[in-house]
């Protein structure tokens, strides 16, 4: 799947395991927010590819990585693209994805889906990725 497609909740789900955050086992409490520097997530409650408070502390930390990708896709202009400047937070969180998987990641299935795959997929998903890591070592 190309990075530059990836939106919404999947995006954001790409976004947490670039960070090498762990999914939470439990759905939040209700009104309960996502913490930082928890080093953990949730799709109820991480949103980083839509707001600032979640995208923002990556785009500091990563910033330079970021830029070069976007560079990479859109040339030395890239602050005029019509793209980013319409979402810029997206397109910051696509190109932190791309700074640590590459341009392709994994396709989770369905290739229209618009809400997060459930919490056990997620798991499932991240155990296999651990897997696979361990198993190239």
Not at 6 to 13: A, H, K, M, V
């Amino acid at each position: 799947m190309n990075v530059m497609r990836i939106e919404g909740s999947l995006l954001n789900f790409w976004v947490a395991k670039s960070a090498g955050l762990r999914l939470l086992p439990q759905p939040p409490s209700p009104g309960e927010k996502h913490e930082h520097d928890s080093g953990c997530w949730h799709p109820q409650t991480f949103h980083p590819s839509t707001d600032w408070s979640h995208g923002g502390p990556i785009v500091s930390n990563e910033w330079y990585v970021i830029e070069d990708v976007l560079a990479e896709w859109f040339g030395p202009d890239w602050t005029h693209a019509k793209a980013i400047m319409e979402h810029p937070l997206s397109w910051f969180m696509r190109a932190y994805v791309a700074s640590q998987f590459g341009d392709q990641v994994e396709d989770m299935g369905s290739e229209n889906r618009s809400l997060a795959p459930d919490p056990i997929a997620l798991a499932q998903l991240q155990l296999n990725s651990r897997r696979a890591m361990r198993a190239t070592q």
